[in-house]
């Protein structure tokens, strides 16, 4: 069974390590990751092929994440994160995954100011 813990763990393999082989093995072929606020990404649905690219070329950092409830269908949960373009704040997260399978099949998260901004 795929933990809360193991999909953290391969974000943060592919983003400051570089190395996605965790992460896309975990990931559905379909896929997908949604981001539900305006943000400087230039998209706001990425494949799985897009995901792992942002991991590859990002210098964001994501910050004492905290899961709120998982089982075997969803993990759900928050995080701080600093993105790269904005180095003097940090903004929070909530994020819900969806599994299918055994396998990650979307990401959806909101972005906000983070209380201690």
Known sequence: M??????IRAWVEAMENKNPEQL???????????????????????????TIAWCLETKAKFLDTKPLYTNDDVFVF???????????????TMDLVKIKNDKILSHNHVRGIHPES
Do not use: A, C, G
């Not at 379909?30 to 990404?41: N, P, R």
């Open 24 to 50: 896309e093995s975990i990931l559905h072929d379909e896929f997908q990751w949604t981001s539900h606020h305006k943000s400087s990404l230039p998209m706001q649905v990425r494949s799985k092929k897009e």
């Open 78 to 92: 928050v995080q701080d994160i600093i993105p790269p373009e904005e180095k003097n704040s940090k903004f929070v």
């Open 2 to 7: 795929l933990s809360f813990i193991d999909y």
